[in-house]
């Protein structure tokens, strides 16, 4: 049987949940089968190609960092927000894969997650001086937090992406919803209670 593998349907259930809780619109998932990953690339739906096993398409608040000057949000703190918001969409794949085998995360980001980790570094860069050395360990935290708290709708997600593969967003969104009680707007969910229920329950291990 060719079906999705469901490690990569966790991983991309756990990006899908950042975008969610963050408010970012998700326009659409993909896990792609075996034979599917071997065949090819992946085109997304603005028409590039992408060598993945899956994607999620949706709105980064910063999406494009490698333009971006280094340490731009010194002088645009407004931007650091932003910046870790997309850190979370970046690490809760890898994150929620980790989750899933029950086994560390650096695993997970020096393997399936290091296009994910890239593009981490490209936002890191971003940030002022003072946030440069704990940036990467902090969104880990974050992400660990928001999966685990989250289990449960991430698991429904994976489950749906390994049978039918590509899912629309609004399905995800859909189903995030139903199975949390929540539906989050842009940005009204505050990092900071996440910090909180971080160091709460989960405290970095």
Known sequence: MNKCPLPTAYHEAGHALAFWWNGQYIKRVTVRSRTAARSGPMIDLLG??????GLVEADYLVPHPALDAPGIAEYLPSMVDSIERDLLDCFAGPVAEAVYWHRKVDTFIQGSGRGDRYRGHELIRLLPARKLLDAESLAIARSRCLVRCYWPAVTAVAQLLQEHGTVDGNAVTALLCDITGESPTLLRNDL?????????RWSAN
């Open 48 to 53: 590039n190609p992408h060598d993945v096993e």
């Open 192 to 200: 900071a209670n996440l910090d909180r229920r971080c160091d709460r």
